[in-house]
Structures are given as C-alpha cells and as structure tokens.
C-alpha cells in the first residue's frame, strides 16, 4: 500500500513509519519544515514539506492522491496554545479529511485521544485539546465517503513495547507505549473490517494482531 501519515515527524507517526517501511509499504509524511526531511528518510518514508494550517485542500490532496490510506496523526504539541489546539487538532483534521475525499483515498486513519469530547468544558489548554480532538472525530465519522477508524490511546510512554495490549470501544484511562500505539495502527491499515469504529488502547495482554482482530467487524 501506499500510505501518507499527517504528521509524519510525531513521535506516533516516525515508529509507525518504520513498521510500515518494513512492511513493505511505500510511506509518505507531511512535515512542516525541511529540517525533519532526515529522519523520515532515516525512517524509511518519503518527506513531504507542506503546513497544515495553512494549505488548500487542492494541495493537500495532491499529496494523497494515489494513496490507498490516509493517517493523521498531527498534533499542536503540548504548551503550543489554546488557538492551535484549533488549528491544528481540529481544523487540520477537517483539511485532511477534505483533501483524502477530493483525492478518492478512502481508508482513513485518526489518532485521537482518551476522553475527546467537543463539548468537554473548561478553559484550560488541555480542555481545548479534548475539544478540538473531540470535534475533529466527530467530522470525520459524519463522513460516508471514508472508511475511517478512530484509535484513542490511553498515557503515552516512551517505554520500549509489549506488543500486548487491550483494544475495546471503552477501556479506562492506563498507560501505552507508543511503540505498542504504532504497531495498532499498522494492524488496522490491514484490517479494513476495523471501518468504522472508534477505539481505545491501553496495556494489557492481548498480542495487538488478535486485538485488531477480534474487534474487527464490531
């Protein structure tokens, strides 16, 4: 296949670029600025140097086109302000979701995150964050033209993966290596009957293809 990750320098994002190289997969990543085009390389995918916030959807969608999946996985970053939570969590989102059904990309892939809910009140940034996430999944599951599926991991760590985790519409909030988050989304690339769902991960003892395929379909 041949997948474009938004995003492609996140943490989430580079793993599962070399996961999916490996695989045999042709990877291409948005990224916005040259300076990151290194490590993509180093990561086995394909740079290419385009601003989410500030692109046509005719752009963004000459990147997809051809693609057989689309992943977004950007984000604002943490202490990066209340308006880009807006910009970038949400609006990017929506730009890409537009762009991949300009493109006829149907598979589409969103990382998310626990607890998104666009009418999550508050005023702090992280209530601005689960907003915006919030809002931008429910754009994208009013769309009939993708085939999407939603994956909100539990605690991000950097500790090194299990390959065990639990993967069900509801799981509480626990810890995940992101190394275990990328290898569920390179499982739900080849899973298609993953359409439609919205997921939460965490830890735990399932190995992530029997996950993937025991939630498939339902």
Do not use: C
Request: proline letters at 4%; aromatic letters at 2%.
């Amino acid at each position: 296949m041949r997948i474009v990750i938004a995003g492609g320098h996140g943490q989430i994002a580079l793993r599962l670029e070399r996961l999916l190289s490996k695989g045999g997969h042709e990877v291409a990543g948005i990224i916005r600025t040259s300076e990151q085009a290194a490590d993509l390389r180093a990561a086995g995918a394909e740079p290419v140097v385009l601003d989410l916030e500030s692109a046509s959807v005719d752009a963004v969608a000459a990147v997809l086109r051809g693609a057989d999946a689309a992943v977004f996985a950007a984000g604002a970053g943490p202490a990066s302000g209340v308006a880009r939570k807006d910009t970038v969590d949400r609006a990017a989102a929506v730009l890409f979701a537009d762009a991949a059904e300009a493109a006829g990309v149907r598979r589409f892939l969103v990382v998310s995150a626990m607890a998104a809910d666009a009418r999550r009140e508050g005023d702090g940034e992280f209530d601005a964050y689960l907003r915006a996430k919030g809002a931008a999944d429910d754009d994208v599951r009013s769309r009939p033209g993708l085939d999407w599926t939603i994956l909100r991991p539990g605690i991000l760590t950097d500790d090194a993966g299990t390959g065990l985790v639990e993967l069900k519409a509801s799981t509480g909030r626990a810890p995940v290596p992101r190394d275990d988050v990328a290898a569920v989304l390179a499982e739900l690339l080849e899973t298609p009957a993953t359409a439609g769902l919205t997921l939460e991960l965490i830890s735990g003892s399932v190995p992530v293809p029997v996950a993937v395929k025991d939630i498939a379909g339902n």
